[in-house]
């Protein structure tokens, strides 16, 4: 299991009320070594869900990166916002989405 | 000829050029086209037969469009005046400009016109501290295009300037050979467009979309549906006239959608260091501009939420709850050589988001944008208890965390030297400055209230009240001068006072901190010599040690500033002052034809008869745009009171009648009318000063 599935695997039992006024869909097509992994994140006012998918589907934004990067980013050791703008990490659809979504990962020094 | 700059904006994308309509931008002059903080032209030069242009008149013609008139001829002493040429340039995504060059002659003329291009992709950052690129720059001819590029590893942007039929492209311009016939005209359109590859949609967007000939109509209709739902203003001084349009012009112009936010716009700060989301440009400028288009606090509230601080990050001085000051789209941002993404070291938009939050439902009776934003209000309120209060005294103080790019002042004052002590001396951190107590104590009262009526939580308003009073309490004691009566600037990290004189006490009369019992004194300060220079409130009073007339926030007269002043004295009682700072401050937009500049020298009025702009100062600026608004609303005593509108003018006398019509609130639509009777000149105490010998 990776870190953005397991991040968000244990956050889905509870709402989130960072997304409390947040609703849609965002598939992340995950790059590792050669084959991509397609990650369906679905957010309900609050409630958050993924599951795996086989193949690329319609989703409100469509995020692409390397599966370091991804995990990084749940990790809270890389800034999504930031690797957006490098390039690194593509969007397509509702980029506002994604802005309001990576709210909810840790940050860099947060207290553990 | 680098004489007069012209400017023309949509949102964050402006276009800056010289009066010929001529790019030649150094790294360190901020000419050019920009859009998200990024430089995506820097030359951009018209020859006709290799010879530049001159100037003959230019057009702003909207502020998203300008027209130059120009003539061919090397000279300044010979122009050749059978020909004339017109570039007519509209701002959009990118900017599209037509050339049209009219042969005056009777015979037919062969011309060769060529327009240079080409890009450094700097930085706004780079062109602010003057670095050096780390990336590649390539170029490419790609059909009817010129593409310009940039890459860094995954960074990329690109220029695609599209030429109408008939050119010669190469890497360095286009060319049109062209015969022109005798009375004829010739004209060519062209296109360039911004992006940034790679990032799928996620474009710069403009709040008008794309700029092909289909943008133009698009603004005007907006424009004119902004200008056509503010209410109207009639008056007997034509001045204040022209200063209400030109601020509702300017205050349009800056909305912008930040690239991430499609659905929302918000005014981005100030031409052309600032045209970004900064937390507390946008709230101060939402409250400005709150009796006139309450929208703009809607989105600033939604925006600022949605940005608000989640974490921990110590590049980044981000906590939980904290309300972002600045969002940078830039390569330098992009590889976190600095920390915008965003940036959070401010310490006063946060309670100031809470505030804002309040009087917006004050006005417009939104309900349901102060529950939908509970979360994000309770998480700004905490944040002042948990995260701000460094020194544990149960103030407001900053220290910033990123101690190599993070800001050091967290403050509207963010300049290094603008917190002093009398005696000039610059104290260590944490600093806690005193209007941000006042905006503290402001944040809880409102909070509560919001807490009691809306979100049905008798015990947290309780809590809050109480704190509240036990702050403004502290605040009294720890924070009076004794000897001089007012409050000191700020506490040092070892809870001393900061003893300057500054306009920072009008602040705290508009949070409504103050004693009633001092407030006469904090008043009569305001209006005296030291701090009032006949056009406004000194940043910094004459005669503290770091006072300079000139010096950015030592000294220097803000509008904005100025503007929460006057409503601050409005607050409690001192209707006349409030009316002769307004009048001061409307006065000297005059000087530049409405369009007041971020600050001006702090020079005495009667010194330099006219307001002295401080050098780089930033304009058109948002809160300075917004400053006429709220000093017209301050005037007429516009005040919300349950469904009500109270309406309670107190006029300096050469404004006249005056009526605004058609105030947009919870009240549907009411009209407010009034008439000047205040003496400005009885509210100032004459400067005693020896007179000159000869």
Known sequence: ?112 | MADELVKILDGNTFVVSDSRGDIEASLDDPTGLFTFDTRFLSRWILTIDGHRLNALSTDDLQYFEARFFLVPGTGTVYIDAKMSVIRQRAVGDGFSETISIINHDEKPVDVSVRLEAGCDFADLFEVKDKLEKKGKYYTRVDGNQLVLGYERDTYRRETAISAGDGAHIDEHGITYDVTIPPKGEWSTHLKVVTSMVGLGELRSSTKNGRSDRRARPNMERDLDKWLADAPRLECDWPSLHRTYHRSLVDLAALRFSPVTEGRHSLPAAGLPWFMTIFGRDSIFTSLQALPFAPELAAKTLHVLGGRQGTRVDDFRDEDPGRILHEMRYGEMTAFEERPHSPYFGCADATPLYVVLLDEYERWTGDTKLVRELEFEARAALNWIDEYADLMGNGYISYKRRNEETGLENQCWKDSWDSISNHAGEIPGFPRATCELQGYAYDAKMRGARLARDIWHDPEFAEKLEKDAAALKRRFNRDFWVEDGEYFALALDPDGKQVDALASNVGHLLWSGIVDKSKARAIARHLMSPRLFSGWGVRTLAEGEGRFNPIGYHVGTVWPFDNSFIAWGLRRYGFKDEAATIAAGILDAATFFDGRLPEAFGGYDRTETKYPVQYPTSCSPQAWSTGAPLLLLSTMLGLQPSGEHLVVDPALPQQIGRIELLDIPGRWGRVDAFGRGRVDVAKKTTKRRRPAASA
């Open chain 1, 1 to 112: 299991m990776n870190t953005l599935e397991r991040f968000i695997g244990e956050i889905s039992a509870e709402p989130q009320p960072l997304l409390a006024n947040t609703s849609g869909t965002l598939l992340f097509e995950i790059r590792d070594d050669n084959e991509t992994v397609f990650a369906l994140v679905t957010v309900d006012k609050g409630r958050v869900g993924v599951e795996e998918v086989p193949a690329p589907r319609d989703a409100d934004a469509t995020i692409r990166a390397d599966r370091a990067l991804v995990d990084a980013i749940a990790a809270g050791r890389a800034n999504a916002m930031a690797a957006v703008l490098r390039g690194e990490m593509g969007v397509e659809g509702d980029s506002e989405l994604l802005m309001d979504f990576q709210r909810i990962f840790p940050g860099p020094d947060d207290p553990r």
